[in-house]
Antibody
Framework: EVQLVQSGAEVRKPGESLRISCKGSGYRFPNYWINWVRQMPGKGLEWMGRIDPSDSYTKYRPSFQGHVTFSVDKSISTAYLQWSSLEASDTAIYYC?????????????WGQGTVVAVSS | EIVLTQSPGTLSLSPGESATLSCRASQSVSSSYLAWYQQKPGQAPRLLIYGASHRATGIPSRFSGSGSGTDFTLAISRLEPEDFAVYYCQQYGSSLFTFGPGTKLDIK
């Protein structure tokens, strides 16, 4: 079964660091971009950016550039989203999604989401 | 950045009726890179339509997509109770993906 499995919910204080993960299985992980999507409470979907697992090339949406970091360990088919200093406004559900695994030119496989809560 | 606008914001219909959801882009979008997603409460989004008109695997035939350029439509015929959800369009262009704000389809 093709799937992405994300790490569990996290609670942090402002200023703390955090890394969440997204592990792919059932397909050739290095061959397909991993995208990160933010959904703030009660709001819509925002594309944050993507990483190419084959060479770790990243593309950030400008509004997220410098605040988050994408990385990948293709040896264990896992992508990461990292913050060095969280803010309360980072409270959201974060989804990873792979691009075009079934040749759709779209996000055809999604993780279940990771809830991140940032509060003092 | 291409901006997507969806209308209406909320659509209230009854099971058995048909729904038409609109997605308009601020500039022309390649049909190959226009997709629709469905999201139910507490769930991750699910791909419905890709390439503007192609149903994803397992999506019922009552869902159909159409359009080109700046205007795209998702049509749902004979609404089933499980179809009431939020629908997002998405495009890919100039190395960036963007989502529309969503249309909430709720039960009348």
């Amino acid at each position: 079964e093709v799937q992405l499995v994300q790490s569990g919910a996290e609670v942090r204080k402002p200023g703390e660091s955090l890394r969440i993960s997204c592990k792919g299985s059932g397909y050739r992980f290095p061959n397909y971009w991993i995208n990160w999507v933010r959904q703030m409470p009660g709001k819509g979907l925002e594309w944050m950016g993507r990483i190419d697992p084959s060479d770790s090339y990243t593309k950030y949406r400008p509004s997220f550039q410098g605040h988050v970091t994408f990385s990948v360990d293709k040896s264990i088919s896992t992508a990461y989203l990292q913050w060095s200093s969280l803010e309360a406004s980072d409270t959201a559900i974060y989804y990873c999604a792979s691009y075009s695994v079934v040749h759709s030119d779209a996000f055809d496989v999604w993780g279940q989401g990771t809830v991140v809560a940032v509060s003092s | 950045e291409i901006v997507l606008t969806q209308s209406p914001g909320t659509l209230s219909l009854s099971p058995g009726e048909s729904a038409t959801l609109s997605c308009r882009a601020s500039q022309s979008v390649s049909s190959s890179y226009l997709a629709w997603y469905q999201q139910k409460p507490g769930q991750a989004p699910r791909l419905l339509i890709y390439g503007a008109s192609h149903r994803a695997t397992g999506i019922p035939s009552r869902f159909s997509g159409s359009g080109s350029g700046t205007d795209f439509t998702l049509a749902i015929s004979r609404l089933e109770p499980e179809d009431f959800a939020v629908y997002y369009c998405q495009q890919y262009g100039s190395s960036l993906f963007t989502f529309g704000p969503g249309t909430k389809l709720d039960i009348k």
